[in-house]
Structure formats: C-alpha cells, structure tokens
C-alpha cells in the first residue's frame, strides 16, 4: 500500500467500532496519523490518537478538534462517520426521537465541520468524507427516520463541496450498503433465529453477501486521498449494487 498519506492528519469520527474503525485503520496504513473522535474510544484502533468526544455535543466537539492539533499539529482529512439508527415508520418514531438521531447523524457531521474547516482551509490537501448510506437514495422501508437524516448528510455533502471548493476543500460522501460491523451483529442479536435473518439478508443483497467495512474504508481513503484531487460533491456507492433497482434481488 502506497504512503500517499504521509505528513497528512486525519479526524475519524466513529472511529472506535466498524466502518470507522477499519477507515482508522486504513488511513494510518497509508502514512496518515490518524485521531479517533468517538462518544466511546475505547476500540480505537493502536496507533491512533483516541478522544472522548460526542458529535451531538457543540463543546465537546471544539474541545477535541483542538486536543486534535494541539497534539498531532495540523488537520488535512475530516471523516464524518459517527452515527446512529432508526427504525420505523412516520408514524412510530416520536419528535424526540427523530431531534436524537438528527443531532447525531446530520447536526454531529455539521458541528465537527465547523471546527475543523478553520484547520482544513491551511491544508494544501483538505478532504471531507461523509459516511452516508444506501438510505440515502434506495427508499427502504420501516427506516424513514434513518433514510432522513442520510439523505440530508448527501445534500449536506453536495452544498459543502460547493461552499469550500474555493477554499480547496473538497467534500464528497460513501454510501455504503448493508455492512458488517457491530451495528448489524447488535440488530442481528434481536432476531429470533440470528443465524437465519443474516442468511436471509445476505440474500437480499445483489452481490449476495454482506459489505466488508474495508471496501468501505478503501472508498473512503480513496476520497480522501491526493489521487481524488477533481472528485468533490459525489456520492461513491458501496452497496454491491442494492442502489440499483434492476439489481436488487425480486
Ligand atoms: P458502529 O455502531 O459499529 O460504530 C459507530 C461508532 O460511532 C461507535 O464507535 C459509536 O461509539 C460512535 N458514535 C455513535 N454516536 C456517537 C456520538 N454521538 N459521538 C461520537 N461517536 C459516536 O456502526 P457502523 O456500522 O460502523 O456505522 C458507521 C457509520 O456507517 C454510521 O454513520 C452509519 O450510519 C453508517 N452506515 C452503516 C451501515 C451498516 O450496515 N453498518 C450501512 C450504511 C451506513
């Protein structure tokens, strides 16, 4: 793997566990020293800089983007992964629930932006990569708060590459597909057979299998890196072609 990272800086926010944890990891490995901002630190991958931080929390946020480059003396990279869940319909999920998941999953890529952009704007090569997901864009059932808060971290993704690019940050978002990280293994654990729902959503996917959270994570480094230098405002899928309606298994 090349070092095309090197001398570079990355924040990762829900980079304790999953997707965030293998995109840690992945940037690390491609020369970057990497910061692990997560609500609970304690998987922060070795080699990282790992700080409590909680995305819904405006202070607590300021506060870790400047341990961030008080101690590792800069900032190039910006991965907005932290988030959470929702199931349900309109008509089951409560206001409160929905400010919740809102503050976290669109307010949190929103509050670590504003403190970082101040230190991105002085790097000669600033990126920000937003973990979306298929939710975004497929229209999936029983998720409309979930769906919500993605489809605004995309729109989000779009008006940010346009506001920055003169600044020479480029913004772009991943949109993966069903991964297997611990938040599917907790969803899992609620079924009755665990064995039998995850065969069974296995093969709803196209691909017939599971996202690996290092697809995800080389997508994101992909973003990240000097090679995406005229990439900004997309949205890379990594859903084995479940965004596809002609490819979704009938
Ligand atoms: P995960 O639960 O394994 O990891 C999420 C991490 O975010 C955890 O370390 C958690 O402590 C942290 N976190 C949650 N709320 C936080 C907060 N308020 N402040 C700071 N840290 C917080 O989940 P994952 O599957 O790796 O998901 C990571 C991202 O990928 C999420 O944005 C999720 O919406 C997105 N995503 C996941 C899937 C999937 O199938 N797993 C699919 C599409 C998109």
């Known amino acids: 793997m090349s070092a095309d990272l ?11 566990s999953g997707i965030g944890a293998a995109v840690a990891t992945t940037l690390q490995r491609r020369g ?35 341990t961030v480059v008080r101690e590792l003396g800069r900032l190039d990279i910006l991965v907005n992964n932290a988030g959470v869940g929702a199931q349900g ?28 952009l101040p230190h991105l704007r002085r790097s000669p090569s600033a990126a920000i990569v937003n973990t979306g997901s298929i939710a975004a864009t497929a229209g999936l059932p029983q998720r409309a708060l979930y769906s919500a808060s993605k489809g605004a971290v995309l729109a989000l993704t779009r008006a940010m590459a346009a506001d920055h690019l003169p600044e020479g940050v480029r913004v772009n978002c991943v949109n993966p597909g069903t991964a297997d990280t611990p938040w599917i293994g907790r969803l899992l654990a609620h079924a009755d057979d665990p064995a ?11 691909h017939g299998r599971l996202v690996d959270p290092q697809e995800v994570a080389d997508a994101v480094a992909y973003l990240a890196s000097p090679a995406a ?17 002609r490819l979704r298994p009938r």
Request: without cysteine.
């Open 32 to 66: 970057a020293r990497v910061a692990v901002l997560d609500r609970d630190p304690a998987g922060a991958p070795a080699g990282t800089l790992a700080v409590r931080a909680d995305v819904s929390d405006d202070a607590s946020v300021r506060d870790a983007v400047a």
């Open 6 to 16: 090197d001398g570079l800086v990355a924040v990762v926010t829900g980079g304790a």
């Open 89 to 116: 319909t309109v008509a089951d999920n409560p206001d409160d629930e929905w400010r919740r998941v809102l503050d976290v999953n669109v307010l949190g890529a929103v509050r670590v932006s504003r403190a970082a």
């Open 229 to 245: 230098g005229s990439t900004t405002g997309t949205a890379l899928a990594v859903d084995g072609g479940m965004n596809d309606l």
């Open 196 to 206: 039998a729902e995850r065969a069974a959503l296995e093969a709803r996917q196209p």
